[in-house]
C-alpha cells in the first residue's frame, strides 16, 4: 500500500480474520441505528481505511494497550472488542470513547487527550518490566498539537514501549490541517506509523438530518 508507512523494526504478531467488509458491515449497522433514530449520542464512523488499518493491525499483539480517539470504532473491532459489545457501548451513547479491560482498549474524546493516558501507561509498562506494547492512534491535526511533540519526546527519550500510528485524512472536522498550518506536504519522524486516506463519511453522525424516537 503506497499510502501506508510502517517502519522496517516493526514485526508482524498476529493474523487478523476480520475483512475489510466486515468493518464496513458493521459502521452501516450503527448508520441505520442512527438514522432511524436509535442512537440519540454523538457518533463518528471510519470508512475508507480499512486495509490500512488491517495491516497495521497485524503488527499489535492482543495483549498490548490500544489508545484511540473519537473515531475508534474500526480499532476496538480490530483489537478484538466483541462487536456485540461494540454495538451496545455505541447505542449507549459511547461511540466517543469505547473501552475494554481485555482487550486493553481505552478512547479519550478530547483532541490530544489520549497522548498522555498512553504516555503513562508505556511508562507504567516499562517500570513493571511487562512484556506489552502501547500504541496510539491520532488524526492528523492531533499530530500538530504541541502536546504530542511532548509525549513523543518524553516516551522516545526514555524508550518506552509507545508506538505512534498517524491517520492523516487530511481534515480536523471541516478544517483543512496543511492550510492551518501552511504545511506543504506533512512530515513525521521515521519511526512513527503513517497513512493517508480519505474519510468516506461526514467527520461526524451521518450527514442526515435524525429525528431522536
Ligand atoms: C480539545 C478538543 N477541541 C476540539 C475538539 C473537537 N474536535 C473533534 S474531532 C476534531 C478533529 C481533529 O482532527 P484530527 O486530529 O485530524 O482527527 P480526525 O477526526 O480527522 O481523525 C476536533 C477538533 C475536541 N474533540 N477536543
Ligand atoms: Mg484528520
Redesign the pocket.
Known amino acids: 500500500m503506497k499510502n501506508l508507512y510502517i517502519p522496517k523494526r516493526l514485526k508482524k504478531k498476529r493474523n487478523i480474520n476480520c475483512t475489510a467488509e466486515d468493518l464496513i458491515n458493521f459502521e452501516k449497522g450503527i448508520e441505520k441505528k442512527f438514522n432511524d433514530g436509535e442512537i440519540p449520542y454523538p457518533i463518528?464512523l471510519s470508512k475508507g481505511n480499512e486495509n490500512e488499518l488491517i495491516e497495521i493491525f497485524k503488527f499489535i499483539s492482543k495483549n498490548d494497550w490500544i489508545f484511540s480517539?473519537?473515531?475508534n470504532h474500526y480499532h476496538a473491532y480490530l483489537h478484538g472488542v466483541k462487536p456485540k459489545n461494540l454495538k451496545n457501548q455505541i447505542i449507549n451513547g459511547k461511540s466517543m470513547y469505547v473501552s475494554s479491560v481485555k482487550p486493553s482498549f481505552c478512547c479519550s474524546?478530547?483532541?490530544?487527550?489520549i497522548l498522555p493516558l498512553a504516555l503513562g501507561t508505556a511508562l507504567a509498562i516499562k517500570r513493571k518490566k511487562i512484556n506489552k506494547k502501547v500504541w496510539v492512534f491520532?488524526?492528523?491535526?492531533?499530530?500538530q498539537m504541541g502536546v504530542f511533540h511532548e509525549v513523543y519526546n518524553y516516551s522516545k527519550n526514555f524508550k518506552l514501549p509507545l508506538e505512534f500510528v498517524i491517520?492523516?485524512?487530511g481534515?480536523?472536522?471541516n478544517?483543512d490541517?496543511k492550510k492551518t498550518w501552511n504545511i506543504k506536504k506533512m512530515k513525521y519522524p521515521k519511526d512513527v506509523i503513517y497513512y493517508k486516506y480519505k474519510?468516506k463519511y461526514p467527520?461526524?453522525g451521518t450527514g442526515k438530518w435524525v429525528e431522536f424516537k
Not at 474524546?109 to 487527550?113: E, R, T
Open positions: 463518528h480517539s473519537w473515531r474524546s478530547l483532541a490530544g487527550g491520532i488524526g492528523d491535526m492531533t499530530s491517520e492523516d485524512n481534515k480536523s472536522v478544517t490541517t474519510l467527520p461526524w
